[in-house]
């Protein structure tokens, strides 16, 4: 199975920061790499696939990052509605796997 | 716009089966570009991948849970369906049903794009 790794696993940022979230893979998993954005009591919403591509309809403030066994995703300024975990996942191979999660707290 | 609802029983006696469904609507479950997921998340923990099914019928299983697990579909009814046997309290858990795409580019990725809003089913007795 491949192991997904995300750092850190809680953070709190001011509104407008610039916010990075890391995820490394346990293998190569070349582009295959999504992200979700998960708010409290909600289903997780998609927010960008193939490492770096925008699902329809989010906002261009996330961006994706990375090839490979590391990648990142950014918020480029933080707002109160971005409160969330973010996962990864990685659709490489089966079993499909998640990341632990990041929790995105706001000072 | 398709949407996805889980439905199914609430709680389950331990050592019974899990049973659930997801009805598709606003579109059919009948396309080559998707597949259908089970994925589940216990309170206040992190997302398991449960497994997934082509409306075909061909399944991949999480091998953690394979050999309690069985998805299955009704191509006339738009459903897909979940079943887990033997449960105990750590298959307690919010159960999302979701659709995996192909996306239109680049070539060859398929990707969750749309979940259902989750269901929690309590393993007690």
């Known amino acids: 199975d491949i192991q997904m790794t995300q750092s850190p696993s809680s953070l709190s940022a001011s509104v407008g920061d610039r916010v990075t979230i890391t995820c490394r893979a346990s293998q190569g998993i070349s582009n295959y790499l999504a992200w979700f954005q998960q708010k409290p009591g909600k289903a997780p919403k998609s927010l960008i696939y193939a490492a770096s591509s925008l699902q329809s309809g989010v906002p261009s403030k996330f961006s994706g990052s990375g090839s490979g066994t590391d990648f990142t995703l950014t918020i480029s300024s933080l707002q109160p509605e971005d409160l969330a975990t973010y996962y990864c996942?990685?659709?490489?191979?089966?079993?499909?796997?998640f990341g632990g999660g990041t929790k995105v707290e706001i000072k | 716009q398709l949407q996805l609802q889980e439905s199914g029983p609430g709680l389950v006696k331990p050592s019974e089966t899990l049973s659930l469904t997801c009805t598709v609507s606003g579109g059919s479950i009948s396309s080559s570009s998707y597949y259908w997921a089970w994925i589940r998340q216990p309170p206040g923990k992190g997302l398991e991948w449960i497994g997934i099914?082509?409306?075909?019928?061909?399944?991949y299983y999480n091998p953690s849970l394979k050999s309690r697990v069985t998805i299955s579909v009704d191509t006339s009814k738009n459903q897909f369906s979940l079943k887990v046997t033997s449960v105990t309290a750590a298959d307690t858990a919010v159960y999302y049903c979701?659709?995996?795409?192909?996306?239109?580019?680049?070539?060859?990725?398929?990707?969750?794009?749309?979940w259902g809003r989750g269901t929690l089913v309590t393993v007690s007795s």
């Open positions: 099914i082509y409306y075909g019928g061909t399944t």
């Open positions: 996942q990685q659709y490489k191979s089966y079993p499909l796997t």
């Open positions: 979701a659709r995996r795409l192909l996306a239109a580019a680049p070539p060859g990725h398929w990707y969750f794009d749309l």
